[in-house]
């Protein structure tokens, strides 16, 4: 029998719970209260949660060996779960999820059936690549967002706020966490960013995405739509200003990962700020 602590370790529990609770509260604090109790936002926030589960399945099916030396206390893969049944669980649960998006509507299955293919892809070849592994996961994570308002018309800007930060902090996230197992990575022949431009070039473009973030926010705000600026100051540049202090400091193993960690608090706190809009 499958041991459930097991299960949730390969399919990372808590990262699929802030996948739920941003899009739960993206519908009802974004959108509409009564989308709520909409049984379709069940189903749906059902699908993503499945297809992302099974992308964090075939990920560690793919890097075992790599995660052996980079986090060799979260690797299940041939210790609690045999790798045939990973992949069991990959084909199932994706399958799953994929169906239940055609079953809501066409273009939310279109959606799903493209995130699962992109996640497979991203974990058998991207990820070894620069960049374009890390912009894959950030713009699945931003799409997370913005498929709830696909189900729920009509396109609103602040939606669009909201998935531009998942995307651009997920993209940020991505390549810290490259940083930090930078080690791991170079002894399999990742290409990396860090690993082609070293951790000094990693971070410069960190700073370029935090300049993109700013300015892209700031255009919806004077072109699209007014923002609540002192809300957005607090609950997004505030957080974020702190996150680029600290990684003008950081230097070791130790610093990025609690700067991956922060990225993780933050993407909460965004999720949190929805309450107050």
């Known amino acids: 029998m499958l041991p459930l602590r097991a ?3 390969l399919t990372r529990f808590w990262n699929l719970l802030i996948i739920a609770l941003a899009q739960y509260g993206t519908a009802g604090f974004l959108i509409a209260s009564e989308t709520l109790t909409d049984p379709e936002l069940m189903v749906m926030v059902l699908s993503t949660v499945l297809i ?3 992308g964090y399945a075939i990920n560690d099916y793919y890097d075992v060996k790599i995660d052996l030396i980079n986090k060799p206390d979260r690797v299940v893969i041939g210790k609690s779960i045999s790798r045939r049944y990973v992949l069991l669980f990959h084909t199932m649960l994706s399958f799953t999820g994929v169906a239940l998006g055609f ?3 066409w273009k939310i299955g ?3 059936l ?5 996640l497979w892809l991203y974990s058998n070849a991207l990820k070894r690549l620069p960049f374009i592994g890390n912009f894959i996961v950030a713009l699945l994570t931003g799409l997370a967002v913005l498929v709830v308002n ?20 997920t993209l940020i996230r991505e390549i810290i966490k490259d940083i930090e197992d930078l080690k791991g990575d170079n002894t399999f022949g990742c290409r990396t960013l860090p690993i082609v431009w070293g951790t000094r070039g990693a971070k410069g473009v960190i700073y370029f995405l935090f300049l993109l973030l700013s ?7 004077t072109r699209v739509t007014p923002l609540p600026v002192l809300y957005f100051v607090g609950f997004l540049f505030v957080p974020t200003g702190i996150l680029f202090a600290w990684l003008i ?13 922060l990225c993780k608090i933050i993407m909460v706190i965004g999720i949190f700020s929805m309450v107050f809009l």
Do not use: C, E
């Open 249 to 261: 400091r950081a230097d070791t193993r130790r610093d990025f990962y609690r700067l991956s960690q």
């Open 7 to 9: 299960f949730l370790k």
């Open 52 to 54: 992302a589960a099974g």
């Open 114 to 118: 493209l995130s699962a293919f992109l």
């Open 110 to 112: 279109v959606i799903n």
């Open 150 to 169: 696909v189900l729920f018309l009509p396109l609103l800007a602040v939606v669009w706020v909201y998935a531009l930060f998942a995307f651009f902090m």
């Open 215 to 221: 300015l892209a926010v700031i255009g919806i705000h």
């Open 103 to 105: 079953f809501l509507d």
